[in-house]
């Protein structure tokens, strides 16, 4: 039986392998939003639904195809790469800070002052979340066929 992310338990495994060949401290456990997301300092990836929302990949990836780092990859892979990237740069004053800002940024939209694209592309420009952006992109340049042979052994 499958879960509602949709990954079967050998893609979990498979998932698994994948990340701890990066960094073995990290937990993979399956997460209960549609979103991908990472607790921290806490070394717990969750993984969100294997399809993901349309609006939300194509602010992601208009905001990436803007960066010097960007070129085309599985975008995918690049969400998993990306919380990978989080504990693989973790700083504990940028997360802090992060934390804040991610606050301040709910209160601008919730408050009508900002629309959702400008909400998360601000969103993905704080510091910490452009470093694991680009250090997915980095990663996946680096390890190009690894990454391809997941996405296609997880169908994603
Ligand atoms: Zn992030």
Known sequence: MKNWCGYSKQDLKII??????INNEIIV?????KNWYCVLPWYKLYLGAKK?????????FNW???QDFYFQANMNIISLLHEIGHFQTFN?????ERNAQEEY???LYCEGKI????????YFDLPNEYKATKWAFEYYKANKSKCENLAKLIKI
């Open 16 to 21: 698994r392998d994948f990340v701890h060949e």
């Open 29 to 33: 456990k399956i997460g209960t939003s």
């Open 52 to 60: 993901q929302e349309k609006w939300i990949e194509e602010i992601r």
């Open 64 to 66: 990436c195809k803007k």
């Open 92 to 96: 504990l004053d940028e997360w802090q």
């Open 105 to 107: 940024l709910q209160d």
């Open 115 to 122: 629309d959702i694209v400008e909400l998360n592309n601000r």
